[in-house]
């Protein structure tokens, strides 16, 4: 199992020397890549009808992904890097495809793009996007992403998108690893359908019960599961004991891949008190 951690930006951002120690210890550690989250419109939640049901508001900060995984991979020439996940139609295909494109080669090949539909509806409005066809948006998206990666010369007409004989350039090298990400049982079956694996937030039993939702998916479509990307994100664990069985449950049951998260833990606004934490965690994990 591949072991990864997610970068705390809701509670440590726009400190360079915070991700320059962030990315050597999780290099020295030994964890295989860097999760980050995605949102670029924060909102209050106060007086929103329909409410917003989502965990953040404009108090919580995030990085852009792109932005921050181009200069992790100039720091760290091992760390993969995660999406975990971009809110996809609320952008647009065409520059997703360019910049992953561009994280990629100069990373040499070191980007998994994660992706999903969001919850907020204020993000869309400011982007410029309709929020209730988001779900029939991504579907759409994950086609002309992988088109884009590949042909010099793109002609496409969707609902969503048009191409008139145009490309991204440079491409990159590879088809980039595309997972998807969701709670419920649409987002699993469109897990399935489209992607190269699924990333669950979610407890241990939680992400082992989730996977079997996916499994099922994948073998109503006649997928091979053997080939199908698993993570879990641990992001309901209280504390660093119960991160590490969450941990050990997933990757007991076939999980491919982790990732550490030390948001939430009532650690200090300290970027060494986060790496402490995950250090912690990597201890219990190596001893079980």
């Known amino acids: 199992m591949r072991i990864g951690v997610a970068y705390p930006q809701t509670e440590m951002a726009g400190n360079p020397d915070d991700v320059r120690k962030f990315v050597k210890a999780a290099d020295e550690l030994g964890f295989t890549h860097m999760m980050a989250y995605d949102h670029v419109v924060k909102a209050p939640h106060e007086g929103r009808e329909p409410p917003l049901s989502g965990p953040y508001t404009e108090k919580d900060s995030f990085h852009d992904p792109f932005v921050l995984f181009g200069f992790a991979a100039a720091l760290s020439p091992t760390l993969e890097f995660v999406t975990g996940v971009l809110v996809l139609p609320q952008r647009q295909t065409a520059l997703v495809a360019q910049q992953s494109a561009d994280v990629d080669l100069l990373s040499r090949e070191r980007l998994r793009l994660g992706v999903g539909i969001g919850w907020n509806y204020v993000e869309y409005d400011a982007l410029g996007q309709d929020f209730k066809t988001r779900n029939k948006r991504l579907e759409e998206q994950v086609g002309l992403l992988r088109e884009l990666w590949t042909s010099p010369v793109v002609t496409f007409n969707g609902r969503f998108d048009r191409i008139d004989r145009a490309g991204i350039n440079p491409r990159p090298r590879r088809q980039i690893p595309l997972w998807l990400g969701g709670h419920s049982e649409p987002a699993f079956a469109r897990g399935a ?38 993570e879990l994100l641990t992001i309901f664990a209280k504390d660093k004991q119960e991160t590490a069985d969450d941990i050990r449950i997933f990757r007991d049951a076939g999980g491919t891949h982790g990732t550490v998260q030390s948001l939430n833990k009532g650690l200090p606004r300290d970027i060494e008190a986060h790496i402490d934490y995950l250090a912690g965690v990597k201890r219990l994990i190596d001893a079980g």
């Open 193 to 230: 359908q489209l992607g190269d694996g699924f990333i669950f937030a979610a407890s241990g039993a939680g992400g082992v019960e989730a996977w079997g939702r996916v499994r099922h998916h994948l073998a109503a479509l006649g997928r091979d599961e053997a080939g199908f990307g698993r």
